[in-house]
T-cell receptor, first 115, second 113 residues
Framework: AQSVTQLGSHVSVSEGALVLLRCNYS??????LFWYVQYPNQGLQLLLK??????LVKGINGFEAEFKKSETSFHLTKPSAHMSDAAEYFC?????????????FGTGTRLKVLA | DVKVTQSSRYLVKRTGEKVFLECVQD?????MFWYRQDPGLGLRLIYF???????EKGDIPEGYSVSREKKERFSLILESASTNQTSMYLC????????????FGSGTRLTVV
């Protein structure tokens, strides 16, 4: 069965500092992996995704993530945090077989950016 | 711009009421999903649908039902609302296959009093 673990429910960084949000997954089949962002009182927005091919994936707003099969990880990074990055971030893995995909979400990491 | 629209942003209902949450997508997506979101628990899947008139239970279907009479519309029904169903409800849709990702609606924050 597929699962996702996000380490750290709250992360604080200073403006301009590196952002690192951790995600580890478990999957019995090659996974599709996703990061979503949620701003207050809004739905989730897709940041980036890994399906096949290049293991370093670039997304919107300067975020990127690297798929590391040996470590079963898909950590999200951004070189320099902005105040506007303050939000909740969710990692997700696909589960299911052809035609019946659904996603399993982690419990989320709330990012706080300090001035 | 593609959209998933949830009919209400905020709802307050009384215990025992029958509650309908509506979701409409304009992307011709096959798949539609209902999640609830609670602090510390992330998103939990209630029901999903891969085709018109088709539905499958997710991880927490108890106390809920769904209806999908048309491809673009997926309704979540709380048969008899209870206070433990107070939550944020998120609707999502996607194309078939696992690599496309979801498009989410803005959510409905339901309070049951």
């Amino acid at each position: 069965a597929q699962s996702v673990t996000q380490l750290g429910s709250h992360v604080s960084v200073s403006e301009g500092a590196l952002v690192l949000l951790r995600c580890n997954y478990s999957s019995s089949v090659p996974p599709y992996l996703f990061w979503y962002v949620q701003y207050p009182n809004q739905g989730l927005q897709l940041l980036l995704k890994y399906t096949t091919g290049a293991t370093l994936v670039k997304g919107i707003n300067g975020f990127e993530a690297e798929f590391k099969k040996s470590e079963t990880s898909f950590h999200l990074t951004k070189p320099s945090a902005h105040m506007s990055d303050a939000a909740e971030y969710f990692c997700a893995v696909s589960a299911g077989t052809s035609g019946t995909y659904k996603y399993i979400f982690g419990t989320g990491t709330r990012l706080k950016v300090l001035a | 711009d593609v959209k998933v629209t949830q009919s209400s942003r905020y709802l307050v209902k009384r215990t025992g009421e029958k509650v309908f949450l509506e979701c409409v997508q304009d992307m011709d997506h096959e798949n539609m999903f209902w999640y609830r979101q609670d602090p510390g628990l992330g998103l939990r899947l209630i029901y999903f649908s891969y085709d018109v008139k088709m539905k499958e239970k997710g991880d927490i279907p108890e106390g809920y039902s769904v209806s999908r009479e048309k491809k673009e519309r997926f309704s979540l029904i709380l048969e008899s609302a209870s206070t433990n169903q107070t939550s944020m409800y998120l609707c999502a849709s996607s194309l078939g296959g696992g690599g496309y990702g979801y498009t989410f609606g803005s959510g409905t924050r339901l309070t049951v009093v």
